[in-house]
């Protein structure tokens, strides 16, 4: 299986609200990504999980909140969003061997978030 | 700021024509990765080319880098509709291991 998959799709919320986006992967992978990508844009690193851990943050506002439960889950939590955070948020993942050497990373679909 | 700058930004061919994307990058790099998007989709890993190689093939991908001139290029040969799509150069470089850095991007349009 060299999928990863992301829910929901499609998310609107308003600026007040509190929502999830999750990520799945069951390949093994000991790396995991949060991107955020405006249109006609490339993407951009927000967050990167090593053996569960978070190893990176990009600076990002704390309105958006990565966790990590298990080595298959990869959730981000959205809180007070302004309409700016419009975005396709894709998560991604990949080998990792002993924190140093990393592989290609497998991309899900994405979820297009709008802030209203 | 991007580590990788595309060229061109836009790339327009027939069907059977080879289309070259070349991707320049200003600091030490592990490796340097292209990856392609289809409209609003999400992104499709096509090769990885490590600092210590200058060549690599996949298919009718073939993908050069030249470390000494920060460069890489991406050919891809008798090229096909559905390879209509937006290509990245990616670079892992540094000490941030696993922190990819994308390029602009090239968008390419073939024509049937």
Redesign the interface.
């Given at each position: 299986d060299t999928e990863?998959t992301q829910t929901p799709k499609h998310l609107v919320m308003g600026m007040t609200n509190k929502k999830s986006l999750k990520c799945e992967q069951h390949m093994g992978h000991r790396?995991m990504?949060w991107y955020k990508q405006k249109a006609k844009?490339?993407?951009?690193?927000m967050f990167?999980y090593?053996y569960e851990k978070l190893?990176?943050n990009e600076s990002v506002p704390s309105r958006f909140s990565p966790e990590c439960p298990n080595s298959s889950l990869l959730n981000l939590h959205l809180h007070a969003l302004q309409p700016e955070d419009s975005a396709?948020y894709?998560c991604?993942s990949?080998q990792?061997v002993a924190?140093?050497?990393?592989?290609?990373?497998?991309?899900?679909?994405?979820t297009?978030l709008t802030v209203t | 700021s991007q580590q990788g700058e595309e060229d061109p930004q836009a790339l327009s061919i027939q069907e059977g024509e080879n289309a070259t994307m070349n991707c320049s990058y200003k600091t030490s790099i592990n490796n340097l990765q292209w990856y392609r998007q289809n409209s609003g989709r999400g992104l499709v890993h096509l090769i990885l080319i490590r600092s210590n190689e200058r060549e690599k093939h996949s298919g009718r991908l073939r993908v050069t880098l030249d470390t000494s001139k920060k460069s890489s290029s991406l050919l891809i040969t008798a090229s096909r509709a559905a390879d209509t799509a937006s290509y990245f150069c990616a670079t892992d470089g540094g000490t941030s291991y696993g922190k990819l850095t994308f390029g602009q991007g090239t968008i390419l349009t073939v024509h049937p």
């Amino acid at each position: 299986d060299t999928e990863v998959t992301q829910t929901p799709k499609h998310l609107v919320m308003g600026m007040t609200n509190k929502k999830s986006l999750k990520c799945e992967q069951h390949m093994g992978h000991r790396a995991m990504y949060w991107y955020k990508q405006k249109a006609k844009k490339p993407p951009e690193l927000m967050f990167v999980y090593s053996y569960e851990k978070l190893s990176i943050n990009e600076s990002v506002p704390s309105r958006f909140s990565p966790e990590c439960p298990n080595s298959s889950l990869l959730n981000l939590h959205l809180h007070a969003l302004q309409p700016e955070d419009s975005a396709l948020y894709l998560c991604a993942s990949s080998q990792m061997v002993a924190g140093l050497t990393y592989y290609e990373q497998y991309f899900g679909p994405g979820t297009r978030l709008t802030v209203t | 700021s991007q580590q990788g700058e595309e060229d061109p930004q836009a790339l327009s061919i027939q069907e059977g024509e080879n289309a070259t994307m070349n991707c320049s990058y200003k600091t030490s790099i592990n490796n340097l990765q292209w990856y392609r998007q289809n409209s609003g989709r999400g992104l499709v890993h096509l090769i990885l080319i490590r600092s210590n190689e200058r060549e690599k093939h996949s298919g009718r991908l073939r993908v050069t880098l030249d470390t000494s001139k920060k460069s890489s290029s991406l050919l891809i040969t008798a090229s096909r509709a559905a390879d209509t799509a937006s290509y990245f150069c990616a670079t892992d470089g540094g000490t941030s291991y696993g922190k990819l850095t994308f390029g602009q991007g090239t968008i390419l349009t073939v024509h049937p």
